[in-house]
C-alpha cells in the first residue's frame, strides 16, 4: 500500500542509485547504503596524511591537500564522476561537496581557508555542457565551511583536448596559455582552497595555482572528490 508522498514519487519516478543502477529506499540520495559503503575513500584530511601533497614537491607549495575519493578506472567513483560529468548529474557534485565539507569543517586547518576557487571550463566547453562540474561541489564546501566561494578570479583562456591528452598538453603549455586571472585584489593575502572534480598528473591543479599566487601573499590548499592511485 502506498501510505507516502515519498511512495507516490518514487512509484511513477523511480530512483536509482548511481552506482549500482538498484532503486533507492526512503532516506537514500543518489547513492545507496551499499554503494556509499563500497566507495573507495581517500580522505588524507582525517590523519593528516600528506600523500597528496607530497605529488606536488618542488611544483606548488600546499598547505594541504586532500581527496574525498580513489578513482580507478571502471570503478565505482568513475560511474559517479560520468555522471557529474556528462550526464548533467550536478547534485553528484553537491552530495560529494557536502560530505567533504562537513568533515573538513571539523578540521582546524582547513578552517583557516578563506575563499574557495573552483577551477574553471573553458566558456566553450561551458556552452556546450552547461554546466562547470565542479560548482556544486565547490560550492557546498565552501557553505560548510562558511567561507566565500570566489568564481570571477581565475579563468581558462585556453580550451584543452579530452582528458586522455590532458598530461601532454600541459607539458607543452605554460600555465600563461591554459588559465588566467583577474581580479586579484579579492584574493591577495588569503589563504584559498583550490577545487576540482579529479586530480591525476596535477598539471590542471598547478597551472591553477601557478596563476592564483599572483595575486601575492597568497597560500593555497587543494581538495578534489577524486584522485587517481
Known amino acids: 500500500m502506498v501510505n507516502s508522498s515519498w511512495d507516490v514519487l518514487n512509484?511513477?519516478?523511480?530512483?536509482v542509485c548511481r552506482g549500482c543502477n538498484q532503486e533507492l529506499i526512503s532516506g537514500e540520495n543518489l547513492i545507496c547504503t551499499d554503494c556509499r559503503h563500497n566507495l573507495p575513500?581517500?580522505?588524507?584530511?582525517?590523519?593528516?596524511s600528506n600523500d597528496m601533497r607530497k605529488?606536488?614537491?618542488?611544483?606548488?607549495e600546499l598547505v594541504n591537500a586532500t581527496s574525498l575519493l580513489y578513482f580507478e578506472k571502471k570503478g565505482l567513483t568513475q560511474k559517479f564522476i560520468h555522471g557529474l560529468k556528462y550526464k548533467g548529474e550536478q547534485n553528484i557534485g553537491a552530495l560529494f561537496g557536502n560530505w567533504l565539507g562537513e568533515e573538513l569543517a571539523n578540521i582546524k586547518a582547513y578552517n583557516a581557508v578563506e575563499g574557495v576557487i573552483p577551477v574553471p571550463l573553458h566558456k566553450k566547453k561551458f556552452r556546450k555542457r552547461g554546466y562547470n562540474q565542479v560548482t556544486l561541489f565547490a560550492k557546498a564546501i565552501a557553505e560548510k565551511l562558511q567561507k566565500p566561494y570566489i568564481d570571477d578570479v581565475l579563468i581558462k583562456v585556453t580550451p584543452t583536448p579530452s582528458q586522455v591528452f590532458k598530461a601532454r598538453f600541459a607539458r607543452l603549455f605554460s600555465s600563461e596559455e591554459i588559465f588566467s586571472v583577474?581580479?586579484?585584489?579579492?584574493?591577495?593575502?588569503?589563504h584559498l582552497l583550490l577545487v576540482d572534480d579529479v586530480m591525476t598528473t596535477g598539471a590542471t591543479l598547478e597551472a591553477c595555482s601557478n596563476q592564483l599566487i599572483k595575486a601575492g601573499g597568497v597560500e593555497l590548499s587543494i581538495a578534489t572528490i577524486a584522485v587517481t592511485q
Not at 11 to 15: A, E, I, T
Not at 55 to 60: A, C, E, L, S, T
Not at 182 to 190: A, D, E
Open 41 to 48: 575513500l581517500a580522505c588524507f584530511h582525517r590523519n593528516n
Open 55 to 60: 605529488k606536488f614537491y618542488g611544483r606548488v
Open 11 to 15: 512509484l511513477f519516478f523511480p530512483r
Open 182 to 190: 583577474q581580479n586579484l585584489g579579492k584574493i591577495t593575502g588569503k
